[in-house]
């Protein structure tokens, strides 16, 4: 349905007092797959009940003008309209229910809206759903109204499910449970607040301020406001909360039964001024002025703008545009006009830089014009075994006299089936993904940006494989060979780093972690897109970096960054080398510095879901923290309350076992002139602040060489001087992906316009560039495969341990003390040099395998039993290197069976399946 200009809709209003779009309202309808949520908007806005048999794969807005276009619906109030609620519009988003898309809806709701969610009230999946889809609205827009349908009412349960299924009441009082519990966390939280106030300003014994080191910060501060703040914080969540509506409304698409009572219910709820209450608010004419821009830059097929742009845009159609553009920016996205993405910087240098503080980083501020395209961009990327072809016109991507290559079917059927197989994504094939909007280069390019910023997408790895005809000329600056990783498809392996992160540091080494607790639980959604945006943060300063099911791993500098989730806490650790007497103070500084971006960002990231509560605590590993004293159980406290005693010059000390133990506050916290805090992320910004004392020149981030110093070879963990390598992803073989493709052009669209001429493209010529081959080998997202030491069964171990509930392993292999520096250099060396081999071996291979694909000349001299022998060679040497002994057995039996199929000794096939029908439909 198209949208008309606001303004022509109050053409009788006066200038100055024009409402403009004041009776609006956005309604999201939600539920589970088949539950009828299309079926039902369909007989809302329509004069008569219908039913829709095709499941909705992304999302559908509808506009819906109910008392312009139906005097019936206004006869459904108690009282008659005053002229402005005539004009009433509300914007219905029909929601996919596919799971791994409801994972994603928290990135495009808004807070004012009104939710519709629906299930089928003779289905138990359905049913079982309606508590998940109540959590995530309260998560992502607390305080916003729930209305509840059961659909399906004219259809009786079966006999054998009647008595099970759950009544009306009974899903009601389940919700009415889980937000109790919610409400319950968040009042123990204000009261151990309010008891941490008394006893940070409580004085101490004299005694004990006689014992107590001499104090040479000169910090002049009050741990009240810190404290305070956060208790308004939870105050104000816990009074936007509305309780659980006290109906349950059935509902039924096939006869009409109850529509009439549901449409009542979402008019009074629309037209009530307490719960939107814009309604109430006079509109400047400036406002819908640039509000009518927006649905122009819609039609002109724009969805993302950088703030720059938006910024020259209402400075053109309002001299005093900037004066109130951010009042006009927030009012447009509470009616659901355009969505605000403040992103915060990552740790590097571009050009768009914010106005925030975070050093010289940012990757900009973007506004979307077009919420509903970008929501169905992001359900298209997550393809799973539900989506069975992909059809688009070849002259659309490849016209006949653009002079490229179209793909072999063959070629691209592989490389889509690698979405739902792997979660990989060629950059390349984005538009054919997003076909059903016409989006330009740059919008795509926008599009990826925001979606990495918002942990949907890792940038992964290049690909040089298979990469023949799949340039489009329209896209010149979309890689064939770079990779997206689809995050919510969560398809990463488990192979969690164990000789480069312990779950405890060595004797010698500092470590700080940071841990946030949901005591509701975490959603796995958001605990995938935590891991990817922690990644995000550091992706153009890590030296290395590997990714797992559950974790991420990164070296920033001199320190390592370790992020891993369970199902109730999410941790994020610090770790550096302090071996050298006395500088212990320098070593923590070093820490905070590393990790202070990451939390700030992660901080921010985590307002997409306002109604999420969580806290944050901190556990220092290492025994210098605690005066040298032996600790045979660290103590994980809450981060907050280590601040307010440090500011209040009071001593912290817990109970291990049966003895007191004391934190070394000034130690944890090693910086003078504290300010005043008003929150955790003012301590943050202030230890940002100090990164010019920790590191007076700044050094480029590079892979760290070995020395010949046999000092610095002992303190330089071998394993992580990794070159750049890649990944293979090992998953269950999935349901085949068909592409339709039609060599012939159907239909009239026009494709986008040809690039600016003189614009470079890197994708215009198919043939491989053998002088490009050093470039080529380059990955965006550098990671070292490691695998599991003690058996398989850690494959599918879901939850992470605590840090404080996991013991030191002890590895086969590991340095002991009673080794003389000379036998730890050589171990070090040793192990070193294993691991160059195992990489070069791997290198090999890949170059092998990379000819023999592209190059005819290599498929005549090597076979293709000769490559697989290379491949798993070189696997066995990985995997004995990271001492995974089952792996490296097995890799050696594949190794000796591909050696003796090379040597004609087996006739054995590749085991790969023929592709057949032109189709190309994999089998």
Same mark, same amino acid.
Request: one cysteine or more.
């Given at each position: ?62 506009? @819906? ?12 109030? *108690?009282?008659?309209? =005053? ?58 827009? #607390? ?9 399906? !009412? $004219? ?66 501060? *009050? ?26 409304? *059935? ?68 001299? $005093?545009?900037? *004066? ?27 050009? $768009?830089?914010?106005? +925030? ?73 984005? #538009? ?8 330009? %280069? ?120 370790? !992020? ?21 103070? +320098? ?21 997409? @879901? ?9 556990? #220092? ?40 133990? %004391? ?74 992906? %068909?592409?339709? @493709? ?107 395998? =990379? ?11 090597? =076979? ?41 000794? +087996?006739?054995?096939? =590749? ?13």
């Amino acid at each position: 349905m198209e949208e008309c200009s606001e303004a022509s809709l109050y053409s009788n209003e006066d200038e100055v007092n024009c409402p403009g779009p004041l009776f609006r309202v956005k309604m999201f309808v939600m539920g589970d797959v088949g539950c009828g949520k299309t079926s039902l908007v369909q007989s809302l806005i329509g004069p008569v009940p219908k039913l829709n048999d095709n499941p909705t794969d992304g999302v559908k807005v509808e506009l @819906w003008y109910p008392f312009k276009t139906s005097k019936h619906n206004e006869s459904l109030l *108690d009282r008659k309209l =005053s002229g402005e609620e005539h004009h009433l519009i509300i914007e219905i988003w029909d929601m996919t229910g596919r799971q791994v898309c409801q994972h994603a809806h928290q990135m495009y709701l808004t807070r004012e809206s009104i939710f519709l969610l629906l299930y089928n009230r003779v289905d138990h999946t359905s049913c079982d759903s309606v508590l998940p889809i109540y959590t995530s609205i309260q998560e992502a827009a #607390p305080g916003s109204t729930v209305i509840i349908a059961s659909t399906k !009412a $004219d259809k009786s349960p079966p006999d054998g499910n009647r008595a099970t299924l759950p009544s009306g009441e009974q899903i009601l009082d389940s919700l009415r449970r889980s937000l109790d519990n919610w409400r319950f966390y968040i009042l123990k939280e204000i009261d151990e607040l309010k008891l941490l106030s008394r006893e940070a300003h409580a004085k101490e014994p004299e005694s004990a301020n006689k014992n107590k080191k001499n104090d040479t910060r000169q910090r002049h501060c *009050d741990t009240y406001p810190v404290v305070k703040s956060q208790i308004e914080v939870c105050e104000a969540i816990l009074m936007k909360v509305k309780d659980v509506t006290t109906k349950v409304y *059935d509902v039924s698409s096939l006869d009409g039964q109850g529509i009439d009572e549901l449409k009542t219910v979402i008019f009074q709820t629309a037209l009530d001024p307490v719960q939107f209450p814009h309604l109430d608010r006079t509109i400047k004419p400036s406002t819908i002025a640039l509000y009518d821009e927006i649905l122009k830059l819609r039609e002109r097929d724009l969805v993302l703008l950088t703030w720059g742009q938006f910024r020259d845009i209402a400075n053109q159609l309002s001299p $005093d545009g900037d *004066d109130t553009l951010e009042e006009d920016t927030a009012f447009l996205q509470t009616i659901g006009g355009l969505l605000d993405f403040k992103m915060t910087p990552s740790l590097s240098n571009t050009p $768009d830089k914010p106005t +925030s503080n975070i050093p010289t980083a940012g990757t900009g501020r973007f506004i979307c014009v077009h919420p509903g395209v970008l929501a169905n961009a992001v359900c298209c990327c997550l393809v799973d075994d539900d989506k069975k072809a992909f059809r688009f016109e070849s002259c659309r991507f490849w016209p006949k006299d653009s002079g490229f290559k179209r793909p072999d079917p063959q070629v691209l059927c592989k490389v889509l089936e690698s979405i739902p197989r792997e979660g990989l994504i060629r950059e390349s094939l984005l #538009p054919l993904l997003w076909q059903e909007s016409i989006l330009y %280069e740059d919008q795509i390019m926008h599009l990826v940006r925001v979606f990495t910023y918002l942990g949907l997408f890792i940038c992964y790895c290049n690909s040089k494989t298979n990469c023949e005809g799949l340039a489009l000329p329209y896209y010149p600056h979309l890689s064939v060979q770079r990779c997206l990783y689809a995050v919510l498809l969560d398809l990463l392996p488990n192979n969690r780093p164990q000789l480069n992160w312990t779950p405890k540091p060595f004797k010698g080494d500092l470590q700080i972690t940071i841990g946030y607790v949901f005591p509701t639980g975490l959603p796995v959604g958001v605990a995938k897109q935590l891991l990817a945006h922690c990644q995000y943060v550091g992706q153009d300063t890590s030296s290395y970096r590997h990714m797992w099911k559950y974790g991420v791993l990164q070296r920033v500098g001199e320190a390592i960054v370790c !992020a891993e989730h369970d199902n109730t806490q999410f941790n994020i650790s610090c770790r550096v080398n302090a071996d050298e007497p006395g500088q212990e103070d +320098s070593a923590v500084q070093l820490l905070w510095v590393s990790l202070s971006p990451f939390l700030l960002s992660l901080n921010k990231f985590l307002n997409f @879901w306002p109604g999420l509560f969580y806290k944050m605590v901190i556990l #220092p590993l290492g025994h210098q923290f605690y005066h040298e004293e032996k600790v045979e159980s660290e103590p994980m406290v809450s981060l907050l309350k280590c601040l307010s005693y440090w500011l209040a010059d009071k001593k912290y000390t817990f109970k291990d076992g049966e003895v007191e133990r %004391e934190i070394d506050l000034q130690l944890l916290f090693p910086f003078k002139d504290c300010p005043t805090l008003h929150c955790v992320d003012d301590w943050l910004m202030f230890v940002i602040n100090k990164k010019h004392l920790v590191f007076p020149s700044e050094e480029s981030n590079t892979i760290m060489e070995p020395t010949t110093d046999a000092k610095m070879a002992v303190k330089i963990n071998p394993l992580l001087l990794l070159s750049k390598g890649s990944l293979k992803l090992k998953s269950k073989k999935k349901k085949s992906v %068909e592409v339709k @493709w039609k060599l012939e052009p159907v239909g009239d669209k026009t494709p986008p316009p040809p690039p600016t001429a003189g614009t470079p493209s890197t994708n215009a010529t198919p043939k491989p560039d053998l002088s490009q081959k050093k470039e080529d080998k380059e990955e965006t997202t550098p990671v070292a495969q490691n695998t599991i030491t003690e058996g398989s069964h850690m494959e599918n171990s879901n939850p992470v341990p605590h840090v404080a509930d996991v013991p030191l392993p002890i590895e086969k292999g590991a340095v002991k003390t009673a080794w003389s520096e000379e036998e730890e250099v050589k171990e070090a060396t040793r192990i070193a040099s294993g691991f160059v081999a195992a990489i070069m071996a791997s290198a090999v291979a890949e170059f092998i395998s =990379s000819e023999c694909e592209s190059s005819q000349m290599y498929k005549e001299v090597v =076979s293709a039993a000769q490559v697989a022998a290379a491949r798993v060679t070189a696997e066995a040497a990985r995997a004995a290197q990271t001492g995974d002994i089952d792996g490296a057995a097995k890799a050696v039996l594949q190794a000796v069976k591909a050696v003796e199929i090379a040597m004609g000794k +087996s006739s054995t096939s =590749s085991g790969q399946s023929p592709i057949r029908s032109r189709l190309c439909t994999i089998l």
